[in-house]
């Protein structure tokens, strides 16, 4: 790991060539520094596979995301009762929240992804010795989990997933503002340090005697 340095430097970055101040031995800003780190350039399209052990982007990967199957009103109030009763959703591991049900009726999970379209079908294995064999249908891609949750949200008027339009917040992309001017930095917080509660005035004091504002 590299040592901090014993005072603040004002670099340009290499890059973009952004002046910029540091703490540390670094040739580029933060920016640039965080879009090199850790993400490998996609062997097909030259973007960012967001993962340094992969070698092409989730697009090239899996290709287009499928479109949502056309489906009969008796369709869509079959697959929203089953969806209802027996599946979850969530956002562990996956930004853009997932869809799974979870059966040992192997025929009906088969027929999760056969009405819509969409998914993958695992089996999930026995949990003991006695118990059947659990199937799995899982809706993981951002696109598909959007589409499928806008498709059958008008008929989940009760129970756990009434909620999921108002999950649609979640799936938005998120933005950041952020300031990495050593000037800049204690200009903002002492400007705002009046106006935060302790705990977070306490983190601000913190960061301005790193940075010789106080």
């Given at each position: 790991m590299s040592k901090r340095l014993p005072?603040?430097?004002?670099?340009?970055?290499?890059?973009?060539?952004?002046?910029f101040t540091t703490n540390w031995p670094q040739r580029l800003c933060n920016p640039c520094k965080y879009n090199r780190a850790s993400r490998s350039t996609c062997e097909t399209c030259g973007g960012k596979t967001g993962h340094s052990s992969q070698s092409r982007?989730?697009?090239?990967?899996?290709?287009?995301?499928?479109d949502l199957r056309p489906m009969s009103r008796v369709e869509r109030a079959w697959l929203t009762g089953v969806v209802e009763g027996e599946g979850t959703f969530g956002?562990?591991?996956?930004?853009?929240?997932?869809?799974?049900?979870?059966m040992t009726d192997q025929d009906v999970i088969q027929r999760l992804q056969s009405v819509t379209g969409l998914g993958m079908v695992h089996e999930r294995g026995r949990r003991a010795a006695h118990h059947k064999s659990a199937w799995e249908w899982a809706v993981t891609r951002r696109e598909s989990v959007s589409t499928l949750v806008d498709d059958i949200a008008p008929l989940t008027e009760v129970g756990?997933?009434?909620?999921?339009?108002?999950?649609q917040e979640h799936f938005k992309s998120s933005w950041r503002w952020s300031v990495y001017n050593q000037p800049d930095s204690r200009r903002i917080l002492s400007a705002i340090l009046p106006m935060l509660g302790a705990r977070r005035s306490e983190r601000a004091r913190y960061v301005l005697n790193l940075i010789g504002g106080e």
């Open positions: 005072w603040p430097e004002d670099r340009v970055c290499e890059d973009c060539t952004t002046r982007c989730g697009s090239c990967r899996y290709g287009v995301p499928p956002r562990a591991r996956r930004p853009g929240g997932q869809v799974r049900v979870v756990h997933i009434a909620s999921i339009p108002r999950q």
